[in-house]
């Protein structure tokens, strides 16, 4: 890696980071709306089978996040707040993922912009996890009964093992 190279990462590197962990939370929540559908036609009649959004869960039928809203909403009657909370996420989550990073290339050069790109991010980011915790009351009420999966219980092995990589404080 040549001088540049190196002067790049390190400049970039915060903002990189930032935009990596909105991009697992897009895809977090990406993913909520998919469990959350197959969840739906498990314990409901839906129009759409089970098999069906097994596909979507496994990405064998592609669906953009605002498709799977749609299905979302013809499948389940959402509260208007709650519908404004995925719209405002869903509106997030396509800004950073197709566009922030470009439409602030240069801004990204200069070493002065740092701060306010990372808060750009990170207020991005908020939107996107605010649609997605929005939505895992329902989905932990209905993995319990229709899946038994105790999602908390998986997030807090998740945070275990992962805590447990770096060993006592």
Aim: charged content about 30%.
């Amino acid at each position: 890696m040549d001088d540049f190279e190196k002067k790049k990462e390190k400049l970039l590197y915060p903002i990189f980071f930032e935009a990596g962990a909105g991009l697992y939370d897009s895809q977090d929540f990406e993913y909520s709306l998919k469990y959350l559908l197959f969840l739906i036609s498990k314990a409901t009649n839906t129009k759409i089978p089970v098999e069906e959004t097994v596909k979507y869960l496994d990405d064998e039928t592609k669906k953009t996040t605002g498709q799977l809203f749609n299905l979302l909403k013809k499948n389940m009657d959402l509260h208007p707040v709650m519908e404004e909370l995925i719209l405002e996420s869903i509106n997030a989550r396509n800004i950073l993922i197709h566009h922030y990073l470009t439409d602030n290339a240069e801004r990204m050069s200069q070493i002065q912009n740092q701060k306010t790109i990372i808060q750009e991010i990170r207020e991005l980011r908020k939107k996107i996890i605010k649609g997605n915790e929005c939505l895992e009351p329902i989905i932990e009420g209905l993995a319990k009964i229709f899946d038994n999966y105790d999602v908390q219980k998986g997030k807090d092995q998740m945070k275990s093992n992962f805590l447990h990589q770096f060993g006592p404080d």
